[in-house]
């Protein structure tokens, strides 16, 4: 039987469930912090590894510059009256917090007055990519470019689809249908959709409009799939595109052969006349 002091005893089983509940409560804390820690860092991993298959909302500046302006505050969202604009959650494998839309889940329907452009603080969102004239214009908007998928388009195995054409707010400027005859049959005629980039705003209506399974016409953003040409190609029959060669350099590498003139090159036998 224990003569241990009833009042001692006691202490020591309070120290002893205040150590156990120390304990437990250090142990939540590391693990909260581990957690926390790697939620930043998947955070991090996310917004470094995100795909460059995002489409951003109307007057987004160029995405580097984009991610150094955003600050992540959901406005854009908010004034969007369709819905059209997310912002990216944890696992989307896009920059976190960042606003960004999905043509075939909901489009950008094109409003006149853009409502998510004006709202931006901080210019992420640039007025002054969809202005002219000192007023909106929503056609100005460069959001992506549609791809057809012309190994699956319907439209080029001579099935008759207009359905992309049809939702285009641009018809018959950013996307219309080449005639052609189909060999095959030699009754019918294709009506094969084309994309002119000079005019498609990457809304995506034609993408959420596609009738096949998985859409055949698709949104990618521009620089994606839009070549650059080197300022010495220059379309000659291009008045706007001759302003091009103001900012062309000419490199000449002299030989021994250039030195001579163009005529006496040609004339030259080489030796072949002497005896």
């Not at 002893?16 to 250090?26: C, N, S, Y």
């Not at 012309?150 to 008759?160: D, E, L, R, V």
């Amino acid at each position: 039987m224990s003569n241990e002091n009833p009042q001692i005893k006691k202490k020591r089983e309070q120290t002893m469930v205040d150590e156990r509940r120390k304990f437990i409560l250090g142990t939540a804390r590391a693990v909260g912090i581990v957690a926390l820690g790697g939620l930043v860092w998947s955070a991090y991993v996310d917004e470094v590894t995100a795909n460059k298959l995002i489409l951003r909302p109307p007057g987004a500046l160029k995405e580097d510059d984009f991610l150094a302006t955003c600050i992540k505050c959901g406005m854009c969202v908010e004034a969007c009256p369709f819905d059209t604009l997310k912002l990216a959650n944890p696992g989307d494998n896009k920059p976190l917090g960042t606003p960004y839309f999905e043509p075939r889940d909901i489009p950008c329907y094109m409003c006149p007055d853009i409502p998510c452009v004006p709202v931006c603080p901080t210019g992420a969102l640039d007025e002054a990519l969809v202005t002219t004239d000192g007023k909106l214009d929503i056609n100005l908007a460069d959001m992506g470019v549609a791809v057809v998928d012309t190994k699956n388009c319907i439209a080029f195995w001579g099935i008759q689809c207009d359905a992309c054409y049809r939702a285009c707010p641009l018809m018959d400027q950013a996307i219309y249908l080449k005639y052609e005859k189909n060999e095959r049959t030699g009754k019918h005629a294709f009506l094969k959709p084309i994309v002119d980039s000079d005019f498609c705003t990457g809304c995506g209506l034609c993408e959420r409009a596609c009738v096949t399974k998985k859409a055949t016409i698709t949104i990618v953003p521009r620089e994606i799939v839009i070549g650059s040409l080197d300022d010495h190609y220059i379309k000659g029959w291009d008045k706007k595109d001759e302003k091009r060669l103001k900012n062309a350099k000419a490199d000449i590498t002299t030989t021994e052969l250039s030195k001579e003139s163009a005529m006496d090159s040609l004339n030259d036998m080489g030796g072949l006349l002497d005896d």
